[in-house]
């Protein structure tokens, strides 16, 4: 197995990550890992609720490698991809991207709920512990949402879920699952939405 480990990447003098102004890392709490076709991360960081690691594999078409100086330190990534398509290559530096920020720094979504007696609760699936977000919302019945491997959900109250993950298109996915459950009122703030979206009530038009 051909394995090459090492720490402390900074992805700033790479050619092609550079098209994201706002990818930077320097930080002595990362090690990378290549293994055959695949791009392992772990982050030494204390006190995160989510996993610490993450598994890229490298798209065909790309490679990957560690650019060393001189003096066999690391100055960050080579990565190179033989695909014409411009915005598919982006699109795989991006969730790169992501995968390495989320086990630094985890992306969190706070979500809201309105309407009386509206709530949210959060129960476990054992005994794999897989969070399980139940929903009352003005339904006959409570609707569930099973969350998936390494999406994390808090309650910080009744109305008010907040939802932690390294990954972020699994974050993101989540919530909108949640928006859609019970879509927040265009009249009245009534529903379902995140904390982050602003919210306009449409008027009613006079006869």
């Known amino acids: 197995m051909n ?67 001189k003096k066999n330190i690391v100055q960050g990534l080579i990565i190179n991809s033989d695909n014409k398509n411009y915005e598919i290559m982006l699109s795989n530096l991006k969730h790169l991207y992501n995968l390495i920020q989320g086990i630094l720094v985890p992306y969190s979504i706070i979500v809201q709920i309105y309407g009386t007696g509206f709530k949210f609760n959060i129960t476990e699936d054992s005994p794999s512990k897989t ?40 974050i993101t996915l989540v919530g909108n699952k949640l928006k859609k459950i019970k879509p927040i009122n265009k009249y009245k703030l009534r529903g379902i939405k995140l904390q982050s979206e602003k919210f306009i009530p449409k008027t009613y038009k006079k006869k």
Request: charge should be positive.
């Open 3 to 69: 394995r090459k480990c090492k720490q402390n990447i900074n992805l700033d003098n790479n050619h092609l990550i550079k098209k994201f102004k706002d990818i930077f890392l320097n930080t002595q709490y990362l090690e990378l890992c290549l293994i055959n076709k695949k791009l392992i991360g772990t982050s030494w960081l204390e006190g995160l609720h989510t996993e610490s690691n993450f598994t890229y594999n490298i798209p065909n078409g790309m490679s990957i490698d560690f650019n060393l100086s």
């Open 131 to 170: 969070n399980i977000i139940e929903i009352y919302a003005g339904f006959n019945k409570k609707r569930t949402l099973i969350l998936p491997k390494n999406v994390y959900a808090y309650l910080i109250d009744i109305n008010t879920l907040k939802l932690t993950s390294k990954d972020k298109e699994k």
